[in-house]
């Protein structure tokens, strides 16, 4: 064997495991919030809920995500932890302001006739039934 390929083959093998490592460095320090967990914190589930936690016990943490709706998860549904800074956009501005800019923007441009939206089929059966002859 070429000695070069054997140093160019333990080289490659040293970069992969390296960046292997700083990697799951990473994704370990970035889910550590989860032992840390207190009451009072928001957290988001990976399926998106967002809530408050409530109580934590053992593996499960109870979220409220609404007055008197609590959820219990198990730890590892947790996603991330929501901060206060993560509440405010790059520009400085509030999410809450721009939903609002963007209320009033659709609502100009809306249409004023009360047509739905795809008027081609007038029911739901007819777009299941043109499906179902494309297939045959």
Do not use: C, Y
Request: charged share 35%.
């Amino acid at each position: 064997m070429d000695p070069t390929f054997l140093i160019i083959l333990v080289v490659g093998l040293g970069a992969l495991l390296f960046l292997n490592w700083r990697t799951r460095k990473q994704q370990q320090a970035k889910l550590s919030f989860r032992d840390d967990l207190t009451e009072g914190q928001q957290v988001q589930t990976i399926g998106g809920l967002i809530g408050t936690v409530v109580a934590v016990e053992g593996e499960t943490v109870t979220l409220e995500s609404g007055p008197g709706t609590q959820l219990k998860f198990v730890k590892a549904a947790l996603a991330r932890l929501i901060e206060d800074e993560d509440a405010v956009d790059d520009d400085g501005e509030d999410e809450d302001a721009l939903a609002e800019s963007d209320d009033e923007h659709v609502s100009e441009t809306s249409s004023t006739t009360d047509e739905p939206r795809n008027a081609a089929f007038e029911t739901r059966d007819e777009l299941k039934d043109m499906r179902r002859d494309d297939r045959i």
